[in-house]
């Protein structure tokens, strides 16, 4: 079956510390893949996307992922965590549709 | 401009009431979209609209009626909801009308209450 996983419900991490959020994909074939990012509240803004090509990919605010097809996986990361990236992140999936993971709520600690 | 609204940003309706939700976009794109999402829990597609035609229906009740009068505008009409239909209700964009997996543009919602 299609599916989507973000196997972290909820990660804390310390302000200036790296970030890595875990999403990975079950498809016939390499999706579209994409990360948003949603404040409370807020809609959904894209950080990044990939669809062919170089599989590291940047993105805004200073995120980067990586597709690894070996792995089915679309890893978000960031090198140094500030306390405004406190949010939820969406990992989602293109294919003849949208669909999202379940989300991972990040944590910024002072 | 680059932004995806809604109005209004809250909306209170009791179960007989008619209401609207209006979503607006003037980036040119060929795809708009309706999405509900409940608490702590990922958006949900409910409806598809491609070059102001509906394309994909995700089993919706009718009580929800989407309306595309125009290339740059949205809506959903609500009647008769039911307190479980409480939640943010998500427009979004993209720009090609026949990929609905490309990437979306999101308006910031409007959270619906049903009492």
């Known amino acids: 079956a299609q599916s989507v996983t973000q196997p972290d419900i909820h990660i804390t991490v310390s302000e200036g510390a790296s970030l890595e959020l875990r999403c990975n994909y079950s498809y016939g074939a390499t999706p579209y893949l994409f990360w948003y990012v949603q404040s409370p509240g807020q809609g959904l803004q894209l950080l990044l996307k990939?669809?062919?090509?170089?599989?590291l990919v940047q993105g805004i605010k200073g995120f980067e992922a990586e597709f690894k097809r070996s792995q089915s996986s679309f890893n978000l990361r960031k090198p140094s965590v500030h306390w405004s990236d406190a949010a939820e992140y969406f990992c989602?999936?293109?294919?003849?549709?949208?669909?999202f993971g379940a989300g991972t709520r990040l944590t910024v600690k002072p | 401009d680059t932004e995806v609204t809604q109005t209004p940003k809250h909306l209170v309706m009791g179960m007989t009431n008619k209401k609207s939700l209006k979503c607006e976009q003037h980036m040119g794109h060929r795809a708009m979209y309706w999405y509900k999402q409940k608490a702590k829990k990922p958006p949900e597609l409910m409806f598809v609209?491609?070059?102001?035609?509906?394309?994909i229906n995700e089993s919706v009740p009718s009580r929800f009626s989407p309306e595309c009068p125009n290339s740059s505008l949205l809506n959903l009409h609500l009647h008769a909801l039911q307190p479980e239909d409480s939640a943010l209700y998500l427009c979004a964009s993209s720009q090609d009308g026949a990929a609905v997996w490309s990437e979306q543009y999101f308006g910031p919602g409007t959270r619906l209450t049903v009492t």
């Open positions: 989602a999936v293109g294919t003849n549709d949208m669909r």
């Open positions: 609209y491609s070059y102001e035609k509906l394309s």
């Open positions: 990939y669809f062919s090509g170089d599989t």
